[in-house]
Nanobody, 114 residues
Framework: QVQLVESGGGSVQPGGSLRLSCAAS????????MSWYRQLPGKEREIIAF???????DYSSAVKGRFTISRDDAKNMAYLQMNDLKPDDTAVYYC????????WGQGIQVSVSS
């Protein structure tokens, strides 16, 4: 059974940083595309970053230059380092894996406010 579990969310002031972690089981992150999505209040879920099995990385324009996606193959984890957070980054963040099937994490809240 494939499972993704996010951690590391919480509340932070504007300009602050958080690192989200995604622990994978039932799959190996090195062989699939790992992505981070977010869903802002009242909006549809949107992709913000991905890393392919071959190491190709890309970001949405909303987070490029502030967020960094990575993975640790030995720990079977994916990460999202979020710097210079803004109130508009307030959302539920989801880890996603796409291989022969797709799997979502349960989501984790990130709140940015002063």
């Amino acid at each position: 059974q494939v499972q993704l579990v996010e951690s590391g969310g919480g509340s932070v002031q504007p300009g602050g940083s958080l690192r989200l972690s995604c622990a994978a089981s039932g799959i190996e992150v090195r062989w699939v595309t790992m992505s981070w999505y977010r869903q802002l209040p009242g909006k549809e879920r949107e992709i913000i970053a991905f890393i392919t099995a071959g190491g190709t990385i890309d970001y949405s324009s909303a987070v490029k230059g502030r967020f960094t996606i990575s993975r640790d193959d030995a720990k079977n984890m994916a990460y999202l380092q979020m710097n210079d957070l803004k109130p508009d980054d307030t959302a539920v963040y989801y880890c996603h894996a796409k291989g022969s099937s797709t799997t979502w994490g349960q989501g984790i809240q990130v709140s940015v406010s002063s």
